[in-house]
């Protein structure tokens, strides 16, 4: 299916790069490019393990079966972040980074989850005094309640989302 001769090639359905124009908007119900035409959305769920060149095939593969959006679950980052296991986050933001920039290349864009983190991550009470009572517990609604905590996940959050992207300059 890789093959230019490939029958079910759909890769001319995707922009040349996500966002080649610019910026996603909503309008109404659906979505629209920066030149304000309709974009609609053929999504999967993408992790992004292994190595660089099964990514480039993978994001190649994805294109030609017109697939234009991917959501990535970050959870694994929120794990790193909790446990203060910075290597390991540093390691993981640079593996993202590629991912979306060889996504990108494909027409596709990325959708980063980061609200599935709870059933994955145990928080204690270094990370957070007083939950869990020294045993550990998964915070399933801690995010709702609890402003510490939100002030918490904004800088994870902001950890991700605020680094540049080597890979597109982004």
């Known amino acids: 299916p890789l093959s230019n001769e490939s029958v079910i090639d759909m890769r001319h359905l995707n922009e040349p790069s ?12 659906g979505f629209v490019t920066a030149d304000d035409k309709d974009l609609r959305f053929w999504m999967v769920q993408l992790g992004f393990t292994g190595d660089n060149s099964s990514t480039e095939r993978w994001a190649r593969r994805l294109a030609k079966y017109g697939v234009n959006l991917g959501r990535v679950q970050l959870s694994s980052f929120f794990g790193s972040q909790v446990s203060g296991d910075d290597a390991t986050f540093e ?3 640079e593996r993202l980074h590629f991912h979306v920039a060889e996504m990108k290349k494909q027409g596709i864009y990325t959708y980063l989850g980061h609200l599935y983190w709870h059933t994955h991550a145990t928080i204690n009470d270094g990370v957070f005094p007083g939950f869990g009572k020294g045993k550990g517990q998964k915070a399933i609604a801690l995010l709702f309640f609890s402003k510490e ?5 904004i800088k994870y959050v902001a950890r991700i989302m605020n680094e540049k992207n080597p890979y597109t300059g982004m």
């Open 18 to 29: 996500a966002g080649y124009k610019g910026f996603v908007k909503r309008k109404a119900d």
């Open 91 to 93: 390691k993981r933001l």
């Open 149 to 153: 905590f939100q002030d918490y996940y």
